[in-house]
């Protein structure tokens, strides 16, 4: 019975002997764009993505030798251009045309993922695979480069950029890279992640514009660089 308490109690304490913070800082290039649904009528298409430059300060928590729990707070840039089909408001012209707009966001970003390391690959060089989450925020957007937007059908409709855009976003993430030792306790890394939008960014053309059935999702490649100390 003694025998077996302690085996218990030393599986119990065998995280906590791993139990290791390490805090970095990250800058990560990106490209987005914006994955887009609707009826056929109004036709939303992706048209082109746009580079970003985010950032941010991030911590790895180790419950194993090779495996952590990573979170951190980050700047987050997304976005892309966008075309739809639009009816002109005057009779006579052409039944309708095609708009773009190009959208621009800036998220405040909270990860939640896991970290799964390899054992030495090369002197001081191990691989990192990245799943999880992520909870993110805008805080600030533009529209054609513009905080407020002038409605297409409307001219004299002006709205501000931001009540375009869901108040929350949530991503599915999945990365990989490289972490090197510099130092005794100074690591770079380097890896590539995508980030997947679950939610519909969506608030202005089905709830202003009564377009039906309007999904606009986010998504990004991001290089990720970073240094631990």
């Known amino acids: 019975m003694k025998k077996a308490l302690l085996t218990v109690a030393a599986l119990a304490l065998a995280p906590a002997a791993f139990a290791q913070v390490e805090i970095g800082l990250k800058v990560s290039p990106s490209i987005s764009f914006l994955r ?7 036709n939303f ?10 950032g941010g300060i991030f911590m790895d928590y180790f419950f194993g030798e090779n495996y952590a729990f990573n979170t951190g707070l ?12 639009e009816v002109p408001p005057t009779v006579g012209g052409p039944r ?27 002197p001081d060089t191990r691989l990192y695979f990245q799943v999880g989450g992520s909870i993110a925020v805008p805080v600030q957007t533009r529209i054609n480069g513009e905080k407020y937007y002038t409605d297409f059908y409307d001219n004299a409709n002006q709205t501000k950029a931001g ?40 608030r202005y053309f089905e709830k202003t514009r009564n377009f039906d059935s309007v999904n606009i999702k986010n998504s990004i490649f991001s290089l990720d660089l970073g240094l631990k100390f």
């Open 36 to 42: 887009t649904d609707s009826p056929s009528g109004t």
């Open 45 to 54: 298409s992706s048209e082109s993505s746009k580079f970003s430059f985010g």
């Open 74 to 85: 980050f700047l987050t840039g997304k976005g892309g251009t966008i075309a739809y089909n």
């Open 96 to 122: 309708s045309v095609r708009v773009e707009q190009k959208i621009t966001m800036q998220y405040l970003e909270l990860p939640l993922t896991v970290k799964l390391f390899t054992n030495e690959v090369a």
């Open 163 to 202: 009540s375009h855009v869901f108040d929350i976003d949530a991503n599915l993430i999945g990365g990989f890279g490289a972490e090197y030792q510099l130092g005794q306790s100074t690591k770079f890394l380097a890896g590539l992640s995508y980030h997947h939008g679950l939610i519909d960014t969506d």
